[in-house]
């Protein structure tokens, strides 16, 4: 059985700073890419952040470049996403997502809210 679960989530001010984690089971960790995806309310689920199987290479929506940054740690099967800099406009629902080809897997999901 496939799990990803999210944990980090919160309330912040804006300007803070959140840590997010994915732990993942149930699949060799290591052979999927994974990301981060955030829906606000009203809104698309947007990919926010991508890293390889290897961890070498990431990408990042425009939007959070130089505030966000995903990593990974293979031996322990977890992604993580830290968010610096946090506004108003990052509030919304954070998914973790581990892909590979046909296959995709996604978490429950972890609010962040960043409010005043």
């Known amino acids: 059985q496939v799990q990803l679960v999210e944990s980090g989530g919160g309330l912040v001010q804006p300007g803070g700073s959140l840590r997010l984690s994915c732990a993942a089971s149930g699949i060799t960790f290591s052979a999927y890419a994974m990301n981060w995806y955030r829906q606000a309310p009203g809104k698309e689920r947007e990919l926010v952040a991508a890293i390889t199987s290897t961890g070498g290479s990431t990408r990042y929506v425009d939007s959070v470049k130089g505030r966000f940054t995903i990593s990974r740690d293979n031996a322990k099967n977890t992604v993580f996403l830290q968010m610096n800099s946090l506004k108003p406009e990052d509030t919304a629902v954070y998914y973790c997502?581990?892909?590979?080809?046909?296959?995709?897997?996604w978490g429950q999901g972890t609010q962040v809210t960043v409010s005043s």
């Open positions: 997502n581990a892909d590979r080809a046909t296959r995709a897997y």
